[in-house]
Each structure stands twice: as C-alpha cells, then as structure tokens.
T-cell receptor, first 111, second 113 residues
Framework: DAKTTQPTSMDCAEGRAANLPCNHSTISGNEYVYWYRQIHSQGPQYIIHGLKNNETNEMASLIITEDRKSSTLILPHATLRDTAVYYCIVRGNTGGFKTIFGAGTRLFVKA | DTGVSQDPRHKITKRGQNVTFRCDPISEHNRLYWYRQTLGQGPEFLTYFQNEAQLEKSRLLSDRFSAERPKGSFSTLEIQRTEQGDSAMYLC???????????FGSGTQLSVL
C-alpha cells in the first residue's frame, strides 16, 4: 500500500469549513483513498472513500486531484464534535487486504 | 445492525498473566481484523481473518499472541505471559467483502502492571 503524508495538527473555527490535506504521491492506479476519523476513546469511524472522482456524502466531501497524488477532505461546517484525529489511507482492493493507518491529522475545532 | 462489540472494555492485569479479549463483529461480515493502538499513534495492524481462516499476521505479532475465529463469527485474541509493553488499546474491526469499509468496535484497553 502507498504511504500518505498528513499535517500533524490543524485548527478550525466552529461553523467554518475544515479542509484536511493528504499527499499520496506514490499511489498506483488501482488504489483508493479512504478517510477515517477517531474521536477520543472510540474506535476509528469510516468517513468516505474514492478512486479518482470527487465524492460527497452526509459527513464530508473528498476532492482528489487529477493526477491523484493528493486529496483533501472537506467538512463543510465543522462543529465541536468534529474534533478528532483524521486518517488518510491509500489501499488497493486486490492482493493484501490490511488497512494501514499512519499518525493522522489532529483537528481541533474551536468555538 | 448492532455494530462491532468488544469485551471487556478495560482489563488490568499483572505482568506474566494471560489475558483474552473477545470481539463480536457485525453479523453478516466475513472479514475480521485486530489492531493495537498506543497513545498518540494510529492503529497498528495485527492480524485478519476471512471467515474462520487467519490469512495474515503482522511480523510484529510475537508468539505470545494468538487469535482465533473458530466458526467464522466471534473472535478471541489471547496474550500469554503479558509484558508491560503490551499495554495498549486493542481494536477489532469487521467488513463485508468486497466492501473494504472497516467498522470498528470501541476497543479493549489493556494495562499491564
């Protein structure tokens, strides 16, 4: 699985959009970008995933660059409950099936 | 859908004792994963099952660790002769092939004294 690079931490004002970047320059053609988040004392929670098209669901939007070497997770109106560690993961759907987590980005949403 | 459940939520043990954790995945899910997480780090992959078959184990998983999923439903993770370095959160997750979304339990927090 390709490796990802994320900032260690970010701040966001409540009600504003939170834009979390992720670099995955070694991604290969059959690998997807997944995002999970982990709120303190809970297990990680799936947010969204995509291959090359932008994706949106009730939680967030995922913007993947055309060359697929980076992506951005967007929380359109961050709330205090969105304070968490956000993990960007790249994985294929063939071969090895383990999902490898890095250290993630710690997002602080401030009132 | 009752989610992934793990038992116990907390375990305190003395060094050298054996401990066993249980994970009940979402009922129709055929893949089950174990991860370990220490403070400030992301979850670290330990092993995974597809149905009852254990398909991969991390090289980080010492011989003191063993996992089973006897009937392809619940799973147990046993740690023998615990060491202080085993203190961590042990997370279980499940998924349904071919969907690779993982659903995690709340974890078992192990403290080895």
């Amino acid at each position: 699985d390709a490796k990802t690079t994320q900032p260690t931490s970010m701040d966001c004002a409540e009600g504003r959009a939170a834009n979390l970047p992720c670099n995955h320059s070694t991604i290969s053609g059959n690998e997807y970008v997944y995002w999970y988040r982990q709120i303190h004392s809970q297990g990680p929670q799936y947010i969204i995933h995509g291959l090359k098209n932008n994706e949106t669901n009730e939680m967030a939007s995922l913007i993947i660059t055309e060359d697929r070497k980076s992506s951005t997770l967007i929380l359109p109106h961050a709330t205090l409950r969105d304070t968490a560690v956000y993990y960007c993961i790249v994985r294929g759907n063939t071969g090895g099936f383990k999902t490898i987590f890095g250290a993630g980005t710690r997002l602080f949403v401030k009132a | 859908d009752t989610g992934v459940s793990q038992d116990p939520r907390h375990k305190i043990t003395k060094r050298g004792q054996n401990v066993t954790f249980r994970c009940d995945p979402i009922s129709e899910h055929n893949r089950l994963y174990w991860y370990r997480q220490t403070l400030g780090q992301g979850p670290e992959f330990l092993t995974y099952f597809q149905n009852e078959a254990q398909l991969e184990k991390s090289r980080l998983l010492s011989d003191r660790f063993s996992a089973e999923r006897p009937k392809g439903s619940f799973s147990t993770l046993e740690i023998q002769r615990t060491e202080q370095g085993d203190s961590a959160m042990y997370l279980c997750a499940s998924s349904l092939v071919p969907n690779e979304k993982l659903f995690f339990g709340s974890g078992t927090q192990l403290s080895v004294l």
